[in-house]
T-cell receptor
């Protein structure tokens, strides 16, 4: 069965500093990979997604993620965080061409220090 | 503007009661999904539907029921058989299976009192 691990439950970063959120997946084939962001009490917004091709994908709000097949990872990065980036971040994996829904990690709570 | 509307935003239920959460989309998406979110647990799939009049159980379907009579609507009923229904419920839709371009609603917080 597919699974997603986000090793960091909480991360605290100073405003203006760089950010990397980790995501590891377990899946038998090349999956579709996603990063979503959630503000408190709200739904999820898609930041970026990887299907194939270039392993470095760009998303909205200045985020990017790199797919590393050898490490089964899809880490999210941002060069300089803003206070508005404080939120919950979820990594998700989906089967290729399958009918099932996405499998989500447990999330990483990002705290921004002034 | 197109999107997904979940209602109500907050819902209180007495133990032993069934309640129905509404999810409506005007995106012309074929697939719709219900997820449950608990603190520190991420999102877990309850039910999904790829087409009208058809739906499939997800990972935690026990104590829940759904219907898909219209393309736009995918209501979720939390039955009295659900032992721990207090949670945040999220509805999503997507245009096709391959790209999984999920659009999420803003959620319904259900509390059992």
């Amino acid at each position: 069965a597919q699974s997603v691990t986000q090793p960091d439950i909480h991360i605290t970063v100073s405003e203006g500093a760089s950010l990397e959120l980790r995501c590891n997946y377990s899946y038998g084939a090349t999956p579709y990979l996603f990063w979503y962001v959630q503000s408190p009490g709200q739904g999820l917004q898609l930041l970026l997604k990887y299907f194939s091709g270039d392993t470095l994908v760009q998303g909205i709000k200045g985020f990017e993620a790199e797919f590393k097949r050898s490490q089964s990872s899809f880490n999210l990065r941002k060069p300089s965080v803003h206070w508005s980036d404080a939120a919950e971040y979820f990594c998700a994996v989906g089967p290729v061409g399958g009918a099932d829904g996405l499998t989500f990690g447990k999330g990483t709570h990002l705290i921004i220090q002034p | 503007d197109g999107g997904i509307t979940q209602s109500p935003k907050y819902l209180f239920r007495k133990e032993g009661q069934n309640v129905t959460l509404s999810c409506e989309q005007n995106l012309n998406h074929d697939a719709m999904y219900w997820y449950r979110q608990d603190p520190g647990q991420g999102l877990r799939l309850i039910y999904y539907s790829q087409i009208v009049n058809d739906f499939q159980k997800g990972d935690i379907a026990e104590g829940y029921s759904v219907s898909r009579e219209k393309k736009e609507s995918f209501p979720l009923t939390v039955t009295s058989a659900q032992k721990n229904p207090t949670a945040f419920y999220l509805c999503a839709s997507s245009t096709d299976r391959v790209t999984y371009g999920y659009t999420f609603g803003s959620g319904t917080r259900l509390t059992v009192v």
